[in-house]
T-cell receptor
Framework: ETGVTQTPRHLVMGMTNKKSLKCEQH?????MYWYKQSAKKPLELMFV???????ENNSVPSRFSPECPNSSHLFLHLHTLQPEDSALYLC?????????????FGPGTRLLVL | GQNIDQPTEMTATEGAIVQINCTYQ??????LFWYQQHAGEAPTFLSY????GLEEKGRFSSFLSRSKGYSYLLLKELQMKDSASYLC??????????FGAGTTVTVRA
């Protein structure tokens, strides 16, 4: 596979469930990102990992827990979510965090919290 | 916080030209990006401007004026497949990307 892949593509979960979103990049990049995209709202940056270290946490509630075991993989662990957390969760990667390069996005996981 | 404004929706006819404006107010500036996002798909990179002026890439062009905090994306010879959401994003002094809410372009036959 090429580019950035995300699984699952769709997820329905109850407020008491625990689930994980997975992202994998096949581009040899060093930085990875989680974004939240709600309907008619701008993409919101959630977390940034650079060289497998978390360098950004944009005041995201603790019910979202990221994990970056290596430079190719990024997870978002979900626990006791709220209905307002229903959104499209996008993963992205880039060569490095501060350079002139662009970010490449995965197709996203469409999450519905009941 | 960062403020990035773009129109919500635009409609145009196949073969026509559409210009999507984006204005921004951010803490510092390290480049402006345009992305295209088809429904249910990933945003894909279209263009990058860091200096004033026009960047042309085939049917798509992007313009930047840093002094005015203004950019536009110009789509020429519109095709049905150009129907999508177009996202303006600005990288600030901390190299964080902030996005506008996106402009949905509908191309009609």
């Amino acid at each position: 596979e090429t580019g950035v892949t995300q699984t699952p593509r769709h997820l329905v979960m109850g407020m008491t469930n625990k689930k994980s979103l997975k992202c994998e990049q096949h581009l040899g990049h060093n930085a990875m990102y989680w974004y939240k995209q709600s309907a008619k709202k701008p993409l919101e940056l959630m977390f940034v990992y650079s060289l497998e270290e978390r360098v950004e946490n944009n005041s995201v509630p603790s019910r979202f827990s990221p994990e970056c075991p290596n430079s190719s993989h990024l997870f978002l662990h979900l626990h006791t979510l709220q209905p307002e957390d229903s959104a499209l969760y996008l993963c992205a990667s880039s060569q490095e965090r501060g350079g002139a390069e662009t970010q490449y996005f995965g197709p996203g996981t469409r999450l519905l919290v009941l | 916080g960062q403020n990035i404004d773009q129109p919500t929706e635009m409609t145009a006819t196949e073969g026509a030209i559409v210009q999507i404006n984006c204005t921004y107010q951010t803490s510092g500036f390290n480049g402006l990006f345009w992305y295209q996002q088809h429904a249910g798909e990933a945003p894909t990179f279209l263009s990058y401007n860091v200096l004033d002026g026009l960047e042309e890439k085939g049917r798509f062009s992007s313009f930047l004026s840093r002094s005015k905090g203004y950019s536009y994306l110009l789509l020429k010879e519109l095709q049905m497949k150009d129907s999508a959401s177009y996202l303006c994003a600005v990288r600030d002094e901390d190299y964080k990307l902030s996005f506008g809410a996106g402009t949905t372009v509908t191309v009609r036959a």
